[in-house]
């Protein structure tokens, strides 16, 4: 599954500073969604995400972030899972 990363800037208002948050999703607005529940839009920031960026994996990986992000590095990962259930003997 994709990862995306969510960085943060020396804003105090960011939920951390510096940094990123790692998020594993089928897609960016997954990931979007899954970001805003941890970490809610400000209010009247137009709905804006609280954070300074976001990147794609390969973005992430060709960006200087991956040394640290105003001295800080990775603070949480949050991922989304399903599990499928299937009927065993007959039974769910």
Do not use: V
Not at 40 to 58: K, V
């Amino acid at each position: 599954m994709p990862k995306f990363y969510f960085s943060y800037g020396t804003d105090p208002a960011y939920p951390f500073l510096g940094g990123w948050t790692e998020i594993e999703a089928p897609d960016r607005p997954s990931a979007c969604k899954l970001f805003q529940i941890y970490h809610p839009n400000r209010p009247g920031s137009a709905g804006r995400l609280n954070c300074a960026d976001i990147y794609s994996e390969d973005e992430f990986m060709d960006s200087e972030l991956i040394d640290g992000n105003f001295g800080a590095y990775c603070h949480e990962r949050i991922t989304l899972t399903r599990e499928i259930l299937t009927p065993k003997d007959g039974r769910w």
